[in-house]
């Protein structure tokens, strides 16, 4: 339920987002043909109310694909996982209690936190130090039927209960995630670079693979007799691929020849910054296609397009792996077109370019997010700092009310 309503406002958002340009250009026309004072005075409201809206829209988006909050996101899902692989189900319980989470260990998607009301990386943390210590008391049967090799039919025994007491003190958990982000946020800058690598030989692949696909064409024209033969069997036409998928075999290359031991869900870590770096990307190029105007107003309407109608398939939710190569393989088997535009205009597209200029900022996002990744440990600082002075205030506390009970108790009179 939560999923499907944060998908429709990130989809609303993004409609919005996109088709703030169409409304533009439909105002730009109206004071030509209708030149009365009110009627562009109440349209140029709308203008600024429009324009209002993009930047809501805008500002919405930027913290969705913000690669600080999703690091905090991942840490947070593989603290959960080492709980869960811990058995200790209790302080699973009480971080999906308090924070409205929902199978975090095994949820395979970005954006998984309510962006409205945990704005930045830290706002999640940073409520945990607000946040009382609890204690959960656990039941557990000791003795009783079916247990301790009594018969379960045995109706002569009496059925008893231990009780646990399970301390849960947010402040320390914070510490621990903190931890964990630091670690993720390590692996995330060698990451990177995998990624950089990766994403700069999927167009060669891409050609290298077009040329072998036209080679194998033109020769089985030339010997007609053969063309039995090479319709190979048991391959489905669906699962040629049109580029290489280097980059998850690339990480685990690495992953092989490292002495210390990777974060419990590195790759499902790496398959999601890829996604979220595609969907970034993606915006970005929407971005400068709408900032270009007339030039890219084509290539921006056919790709806002294609976009919107694969945003929940591909980026929102829990996804599959290798969804971020799957996009960029759905656009790159898009046949060129043409499209007629609100001003009577016809437009080429070119997906093949499209996805050149995707590709292209992936590198340049890329590059960006190892140098923000790279001040984590420093962003820790402020927030390391007050939960010291957390921990510190409540034994401080504790030894004050210590010392009251021993003078009570007159040792020292
Ligand atoms: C997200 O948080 C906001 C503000 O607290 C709340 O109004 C909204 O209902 C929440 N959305 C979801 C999907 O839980």
């Known amino acids: 339920m939560r999923t499907t309503s944060r998908h429709h406002s990130f989809i609303a958002s993004t409609a919005l987002l996109l088709f703030g340009t169409i409304l533009h250009q ?59 692989q811990c058995r200790d189900p209790h302080t699973v319980r009480w971080l999906e209690n308090t924070y409205e989470f929902r199978n975090m260990e095994s949820y395979h998607g970005t954006g998984a936190f309510n ?62 995630i903190l931890s964990v ?52 069997p048991g391959v489905d036409e669906k699962q040629r691929r049109v580029f290489d998928r280097n980059a998850m075999l690339m990480l685990t290359s690495t992953m092989i020849f490292k002495a210390f031991a990777s974060s419990p869900q590195r790759q499902g870590n790496f398959d999601l910054l890829y ?13 400068e296609y709408r900032k270009s105007g007339d030039e890219r107003e084509v290539s921006y309407e056919w790709l806002k397009e294609f976009y919107l109608s694969r945003v929940s398939s591909f980026f929102d939710g829990h996804q599959d792996y290798g969804r971020a190569d799957d996009f960029l393989e759905e656009l790159l088997m898009a046949p060129p077109s043409t499209k007629e535009l609100s001003s009577s205009r016809i437009g080429f597209i070119d997906p093949l370019r499209i996805a050149e200029d995707i590709i292209t900022m992936r590198s340049v996002v890329a590059e960006e997010w190892q140098t923000e990744i790279a001040s984590v440990p420093e962003d820790h600082m402020g927030l390391r700092k007050k939960l010291l002075s957390k921990q510190m205030g409540s034994s401080l506390v504790e030894q004050e009310t210590k010392s009251s009970l021993e003078d009570e108790d007159g040792v020292f009179q």
């Open 115 to 176: 962006l409205t009301k945990w704005k930045t990386w830290d706002s999640i943390l940073d409520d945990m130090l607000h946040q009382p210590k609890d204690c959960v008391i656990v039941q557990a049967k000791r003795r009783g039927r079916g247990h301790g090799g009594w018969s379960a039919n045995n109706p002569y025994l009496e059925e008893r209960f231990v009780e646990f007491r399970i301390d849960i003190d947010p402040v320390s958990l914070a510490s621990r």
């Open 275 to 287: 996604l979220l770096l595609t969907q970034e990307s993606l915006h970005r190029v929407l971005r």
């Open 26 to 84: 439909i105002h730009a026309f109206v004071p030509s043909l209708r030149p009365s004072h009110s009627v562009y005075r109440l349209y140029a409201i709308q203008n600024d109310d429009e324009e209002q809206r993009y930047q809501a829209a805008l500002a919405h988006n930027k913290i969705r694909t913000d690669v600080k909050n999703f690091l905090t996101q991942r840490a947070i899902q593989s603290f959960i996982f080492l709980l869960v």
């Open 181 to 232: 982000r630091e670690q993720i946020a390590r692996e995330w800058r060698e990451d990177l670079v995998t990624l950089r690598t990766a994403n700069d030989q999927i167009l060669d692949s891409y050609y290298d693979m077009g040329r072998a696909a036209r080679e194998d064409e033109s020769s089985s024209l030339q010997e007609e007799t053969n063309v039995e033969q090479l319709v190979t």
